[in-house]
Each structure stands twice: as C-alpha cells, then as structure tokens.
C-alpha cells in the first residue's frame, strides 16, 4: 500500500489551496488591514502613556517599615503636573481620541468589511479543510494498524521461532519486513557523573539513560523460499511477496529517512502466540549491512543496529500579552518607527532577522513609509520551570535525588 493515497493528496492539496487563497486575501487587503492595526497599536500606546501619568498623579509609593516592601498609596489631593507632564498627558490623550476616531472610520469602512469577512471566511474554509485531512490521515492509520496485526497473526502460524518484524511505528503504511533473526542483542547504556572523595570509592549524585540499542543478525526470505521450507500451495502475506532485494530497498529507505519503526519478534515457546519476546517501539535503523559469508538460496542475511530513542517535540501555548502567569510571562513584539529612506532589507540587517521574516510579522506588507509602526521582532514567552530529577526501578515509589544520595552514601560506608 502506498504511503498517500489519492485521496489523501487530494485532501492534501485542498489544505494547499486554502492556505494559497487566505495568503491572497490577506496580501490584497494588507493595507487596510494594516492601517486598522497600526491605530490600534497607536491607541493602545497612548493609553498606556495617560494610565502611567494619572497613576503617578493620584498615587505614590511607600515602603513598609516592618515588611520593607513597597505598595501604592493614594494621595490625598492629586498631584500637580509639571508643564512636561502636562504636555504629554495632554499629546497622549489628544493621540488617542484622534486614533480612535480614525480607526473607527476604517472599521466603518465597506473596504475593511469586506476584507474581514474575506478573511474569516478564508480562515474558515482552511480550518475544515485541516480537519478533514487530520481526520482522513486517522482513518487510514487505523485501518493500516489492523493490517499489520492481521499479517503478523497470519505469518506467525507459518513460521517457526525466532521470528521477527519491523513496521512503522505511526502506521502510516501497511509495509511490514518479516525476517528470521538468528541472534538479538540488547544493550542498555548509563552516564554516571562521579565525583572523587578522600578516601573509598568516588561518589555519584546523578544517573541517566544514554542509549538503547538492539543488534541482530536476521535473514529475509523470498517468496520462492516457502516451497522448499514448507512445502508448496503455502502463501506468504504482506511485504514476504517481495523478492528480498525489494525487501533490502525497502529498508534501506527506512534508514536513509529516519523513519520511526516498530520491532518485534516472537517467543520460542510453542504454546505462546503472537510476537512478545522482543517488543520495541520508537527505534530506527542506525546500521544496515549485508552478509554474503554463507549465502542461502532465496535469503540474503543482514546486519541491523536498531537504536531506541524518542524524538523531539516542541510545543508552544499562548499567552496574554503582558500578563504574567504562573509559567512565564510575556515579552512584547518589538515595533519600531520608520525612518526617512529606510527599507525592509536594512531593518533585516540591523535587527538580524530577514526580509521574509518582516513581511510575515507585518502582514505581507513590506513597502513601508516615514513613520509607519514596523515589527522586528515577535513577542517572547519568558517561562521559568523547576526541575526534580526523579529516578524509578528502585523501589515501588520513586526516589528524588537526595534520597538517592543517601542510598550510594550508606552503600559507600558499608551501612
């Protein structure tokens, strides 16, 4: 079975074209857009400037005696502006209005309508199609998890032990190697930091895993190899129809792209069914090689390295901007004011970022004039985590570090 469909390529693609058609709309409306934007960035900044002078106008700070600790107190009678002051109250207060009054004619506006509701609509119709995708990859995955376990159970009944098999671990295909694995290793390694003492053996504070990795020597089997095994009229399920040199390209392609894989191989006990004497999840192929030492007919024996690991994901949340929460807090966008002759390409140099990258952040936009409101940089989200470094295996409940500490000093001193 194909890894996509045509009717995931085709869902694939409606995902491709909404994504294309939002990106035009947004690209046409940009400068409305934008415009609505930049007022409301500017109605915000002056209000953040009026709330920051009438708060120092009607409050003051004073510090606890017992506690030390600073917290704000009304004043009595309001504090008298200085000319600066009241000069910026007023510029801020005076922006402010006029914004307002100038982003309410935009939101007015049958231009800016339009565009939004383009927009939503847009959005919508990605959403869906997004879903729709999501959805159908599901279906196919489940279906191809009941494919696998429908061939192993089949396989199984014909062969006899050791026998072993490597599929993809999301089921993204129904593709499943069988092989005859002769020998299996399984290594297990530790980083231990140590420290030297006085006298006796060094001391440990901090274990962790650095590696699993499984070797085997197996052969693959080609169809032609079931008559003289096991006799004729006997039928090989899935992948075992290949011959083994597609076998061999087959998990080759798996190596070459890191592809997350399953293996398993079977119990040698005769009254044990399905394949639990080896059961690994999130391996891939490290090291592949053939051995031509002692040649079958329609066998090809090999060398395979399988190393377990998981792989990386990042996820990120959002967050209010300029709330603090208890995970972390917000840094702000950085936005500048443009200058006479500046231009998209210098901003990328100076703020060391690219031209693409400044289009994005400002909605497709990147012809700028004098004084319009550019974002450099987007918004941060600073977090702070406490680690606890826990071990398991030694007991029922885990151990913390210090009570681990505690267990290697009684060991050291023979207690």
């Known amino acids: 079975m194909a890894l996509k469909t045509k009717t995931w390529k085709k869902e694939e693609a409606a995902v491709k074209n909404a994504k294309s058609s939002l990106r035009s709309i947004k690209e046409k409306y940009a400068k409305?857009?934008?415009?609505?934007?930049?007022?409301?960035?500017?109605?915000?900044?002056?209000?953040?400037?009026?709330?920051?002078?009438?708060?120092?106008?009607?409050?003051?700070?004073?510090?606890?005696?017992?506690?030390?600790?600073?917290?704000?107190v009304k004043r009595k009678k309001p504090k008298t502006l200085s000319k600066e002051e009241a000069k910026k109250l007023a510029d801020a207060q005076s922006g402010y209005a006029k914004a307002k009054a100038e982003r309410g004619k935009v939101l007015s506006s049958n231009t800016y309508k339009h565009a939004k509701s383009k927009v939503s609509k847009a959005s919508k119709k990605l959403n869906s199609a997004k879903t729709k995708l999501n959805n159908y990859i599901k279906k196919v995955h489940k279906a191809n998890a009941k494919q696998v376990k429908k061939a192993e159970s089949k396989n199984y009944r014909l062969f006899m032990a050791p026998h072993a098999s490597l599929h993809r671990t999301d089921n993204a295909s129904t593709k499943q190697i069988f092989m005859f694995a002769t020998s299996e290793d399984e290594t297990n390694d530790d980083d231990v930091t140590s420290y030297a003492i006085d006298t006796g053996a060094p001391t440990a504070d901090h274990i962790k895993r650095s590696g699993k990795t499984i070797t085997l020597t197996a052969y693959l089997y080609a169809p032609n190899s079931i008559n003289h095994l096991w006799g004729k009229g006997k039928k090989l399920p899935g992948e075992s129809r290949k011959s083994i040199d597609q076998q061999y390209t087959d998990l080759l392609e798996w190596n070459r792209h890191g592809v997350e894989l399953t293996y398993k191989s079977d119990n040698s006990t005769p009254t044990k069914k399905g394949m639990?004497?080896?059961?690994?999840?999130?391996?891939?192929?490290?090291?592949?090689?053939?051995?031509?030492?002692?040649?079958?007919?329609?066998?090809?024996?090999?060398?395979?390295?399988?190393?377990?690991?998981?792989?990386?994901?990042?996820?990120?949340?959002?967050?209010?901007?300029?709330?603090?929460?208890k995970q972390g807090h917000y840094v702000g966008a950085n936005v500048i004011s443009l200058n006479h002759g500046q231009t998209a390409a210098q901003l990328a140099k100076k703020f060391h970022t690219t031209t693409n990258a400044i289009e994005n952040m400002n909605h497709g936009q990147y012809a700028f004039s004098q004084g319009t409101k550019v974002k450099v940089s987007p918004g941060l989200k600073v977090?702070?985590?406490?680690?606890?470094?826990?071990?398991?295996?030694?007991?029922?409940?885990?151990?913390?570090?210090?009570?681990?500490?505690?267990?290697?000093?009684?060991?050291?001193?023979?207690?």
């Open 276 to 325: 639990n004497h080896m059961y690994f999840k999130h391996v891939y192929i490290t090291s592949l090689g053939k051995l031509l030492d002692a040649p079958y007919k329609d066998m090809m024996q090999l060398s395979i390295t399988l190393t377990y690991l998981y792989r990386a994901k990042v996820k990120t949340t959002g967050n209010s901007k300029g709330k603090k929460s």
């Open 32 to 72: 409305t857009i934008q415009k609505e934007k930049t007022l409301s960035s500017t109605m915000d900044a002056n209000k953040a400037t009026v709330a920051a002078i009438e708060k120092d106008q009607n409050y003051y700070w004073k510090t606890d005696k017992k506690t030390k600790k600073k917290h704000l």
């Open 383 to 415: 977090v702070k985590t406490k680690t606890q470094t826990k071990y398991t295996g030694f007991t029922k409940n885990n151990l913390t570090s210090s009570k681990v500490q505690k267990i290697m000093k009684r060991f050291i001193e023979g207690k």
